[in-house]
């Protein structure tokens, strides 16, 4: 599998660690919810966003859309733009 990272251009996963589901951006504020989004997790078949960081270049967090069957890559974004 390959991701085009924005800053660096297209690169093999080897060079990112995957971190989790991108909707781990989305904090809940207060206590409300936080035991859901701490232990809760889908595991969806098809397309799905997530959080990658290229760790062996920019060391970027980027939103990476892709299809978790086929690997194939959708989309992927600077996470802190996605956040915003």
């Given amino acids: ?4 990272c924005p800053n660096c251009g297209m690169r093999d996963s080897g060079e990112f660690t995957y971190l ?6 989305n904090r809940p504020t207060g206590g409300a919810g936080f035991h859901a989004y701490v232990n809760l997790r ?9 959080l990658w960081q290229h760790s062996a270049g920019c060391r ?3 939103r990476v859309v892709r299809n978790v ?10 996470a802190r733009e996605v956040a915003r």
């Fill in 1 to 4: 599998m390959r991701i085009d």
């Fill in 20 to 25: 989790g589901a991108a909707s781990l951006m």
């Fill in 42 to 50: 889908d595991n969806p078949a098809g397309e799905h966003a997530e």
């Fill in 60 to 62: 970027a967090w980027l």
């Fill in 69 to 78: 069957s086929s690997h194939r890559v959708l989309a992927v974004e600077l």
